[in-house]
């Protein structure tokens, strides 16, 4: 089953969101409005107390793995996992416990940490390491593991945001056309 309810939260999807019938989306999830969320995807809200929060026009890419940091005694409050608009997660990302803000690319095979606070347009190099409660500053494409700000985003590097999230827009659209699943 792709959508699960867990502890009584169901996942709560926008319009027209595809979810691939190969993913899972467990528990207190909120996709928003024409996001995606492709082959093998797993997204596991199942923390009581902190959630998954997935903005419009977001693509989650084959392979990705998202879940949150329990609240306990190490850690009273947890770690919810929000992601803003526009945003691409690359295939075979993790994401755990993070704020990611809006227009973000996070590369292929990137693994974002508890606590960690990424801002609005910001390029996350494929293979980069961001550990927990590092903040990553807008405006800059950050490589390494563990990452290092690289330099200044371009204004081409810029535009690429809305570009890509529109393509994903298109190709997400094509697969509920053709049968694919939809919340």
Same mark, same amino acid.
């Given at each position: 089953?792709?959508?699960?309810?867990?502890?009584?939260?169901?996942? #709560?999807?926008?319009?027209?969101?595809?979810?691939?019938?190969?993913?899972?989306?467990?528990?207190?999830? $909120?996709?928003?409005?024409?996001?995606?969320?492709?082959?093998? $995807?797993?997204?596991?809200?199942? +923390?009581?107390?902190? *959630?998954?929060?997935?903005? *419009?026009?977001?693509?989650?890419?084959?392979?990705? +793995?998202?879940?949150? $940091?329990?609240?306990?005694?190490?850690?009273?409050?947890? /770690?919810?996992?929000?992601?803003?608009?526009?945003?691409?997660?690359?295939?075979?990302?993790?994401?755990?416990?993070?704020?990611?803000?809006?227009?973000?690319?996070?590369?292929?095979?990137?693994?974002? +940490?508890?606590?960690?606070?990424? !801002?609005? !347009?910001?390029?996350?190099?494929?293979?980069?390491?961001?550990?927990?409660?590092?903040?990553?500053?807008?405006? /800059?494409? /950050?490589?390494?593991?563990?990452?290092? #700000? *690289?330099?200044?985003?371009?204004?081409? !590097?810029?535009?690429?945001?809305? /570009?890509?999230?529109?393509?994903?827009?298109?190709?997400?659209? #094509?697969?509920?056309? !053709?049968?694919?699943? #939809?919340?």
């Amino acid at each position: 089953m792709t959508l699960r309810t867990f502890q009584g939260r169901a996942p #709560q999807l926008g319009a027209r969101v595809f979810v691939d019938p190969s993913a899972v989306v467990i528990g207190d999830v $909120t996709l928003g409005d024409d996001s995606s969320v492709w082959p093998l $995807t797993v997204i596991r809200g199942d +923390m009581h107390g902190v *959630a998954i929060r997935i903005g *419009a026009r977001t693509s989650i890419q084959d392979g990705s +793995m998202l879940h949150l $940091t329990h609240a306990g005694p190490f850690n009273p409050d947890g /770690y919810a996992l929000s992601i803003g608009d526009e945003v691409i997660v690359g295939h075979k990302v993790v994401l755990h416990g993070c704020s990611i803000g809006n227009r973000v690319l996070v590369g292929m095979g990137a693994i974002v +940490m508890d606590g960690a606070v990424v !801002e609005d !347009e910001v390029v996350i190099g494929a293979g980069s390491l961001v550990p927990p409660g590092k903040r990553l500053e807008s405006g /800059y494409l /950050y490589v390494g593991s563990p990452v290092r #700000q *690289a330099r200044p985003l371009n204004d081409k !590097e810029r535009a690429f945001f809305a /570009y890509s999230a529109g393509s994903y827009v298109k190709l997400k659209d #094509q697969h509920l056309i !053709e049968g694919g699943s #939809q919340g």
